[in-house]
């Protein structure tokens, strides 16, 4: 049911009364044995000897890597103090569909077997289901978190091209009175600023496309290390680069649209007079 493999040794087999298997923490030297544990090393549990015969595939689960696995039989008899306590029953459904009316029908069984009423149960029936959507939940939340980040990011970023943009305005007034003196439609100047904003606004794109990039995967290979799994990926696609190029060229023109058109109602005379 957990679909557990082993790197080291083999599984264990019908019989293996004095042998374990142990998660892959194990092989590190910082375990609860205080040294590495490696195929055919003998270890002391509950001051009984156990003979180690295989080490399981990284998880990237705290409980699988650090778990030790024995047989049934030998985990009631030598190591457990009460074998009437159960903490965790495992239930396989042989129909995926199925999942939420078997989980209901073990509800009411349960119910029934420690006499509770609904609302009243002193244990717990989980699926997969449920956590995907408790992570999902989390994932939702989170990801409206990083929204609400960007979208006042947007802002600032959008008034400081905005800010630019009338700096440049004010600076060139000269300039922009001389090309309509010489004949430069209003149509023109619109679009010299317009298209200077959208670069400008490009400009930040490539920097943030840069700095995301650094994060992304130098965030997923300092995972990797520290946690010893090769679960923690990074990707970015092509496209959602291009996109974001896109996007910030966008922004750009959007907030410059306002200082541009300023640039283009500016009269030669008084453009040229104002800054002599």
């Known amino acids: 049911m957990l679909n557990l493999e082993v790197e080291d040794g083999r599984l264990l087999r019908d019989g293996d009364s004095k042998r374990v298997v142990l998660g892959n923490n194990f092989k590190d030297e910082d375990n609860r044995f205080r040294k590495s544990v490696i195929v055919g090393d003998r270890i002391l549990i509950n001051k009984e000897i ?3 015969v295989g080490i399981l595939k990284r998880k990237g689960s705290f409980i699988l890597d650090g778990a030790v696995f024995m047989n049934e039989d030998v985990l009631l008899d030598k190591v457990r103090t009460n074998d009437e306590e159960v ?3 495992a239930v396989k459904v042989r129909d995926e569909n199925e999942i939420e ?3 209901e029908n073990i509800e009411k069984l349960m119910r029934k077997e420690r006499d509770v009423d609904r609302g009243e149960e002193d244990f717990i029936v989980e699926s997969p289901q449920a956590a995907l959507k408790s992570l999902d939940s989390t994932l939702f939340a989170v990801q409206m978190f990083v929204v609400i980040i960007a979208i006042i990011s947007l802002l600032v970023g959008g008034i400081g091209i905005m800010n630019t943009m009338y700096t440049s305005v004010v600076e060139r007034t000269k300039e922009v009175g001389i090309m309509k003196a010489i004949g430069a439609k209003n149509s023109a100047i619109f679009s010299l600023f317009f298209i200077e904003s959208g670069l400008l606004g490009s400009v930040g794109g490539v920097v943030g496309v840069i700095m995301g990039l650094i994060f992304s995967y130098g965030s997923a290979a300092l995972g990797r290390a520290i946690l010893g799994t090769s679960l923690i990926q990074a990707k970015v696609s092509l496209p959602l680069i291009i ?7 966008v922004i750009g023109t959007i907030f410059g649209s306002l200082p541009a058109y300023q640039a283009s109602k500016l009269r030669p005379i008084e453009s040229i007079r104002k800054v002599i």
Request: net charge positive.
């Open 50 to 52: 156990f003979e180690v």
């Open 87 to 89: 903490n965790i029953i």
């Open 101 to 103: 009316r078997v989980k």
């Open 243 to 249: 996109g974001a190029l896109a996007f910030s060229f």
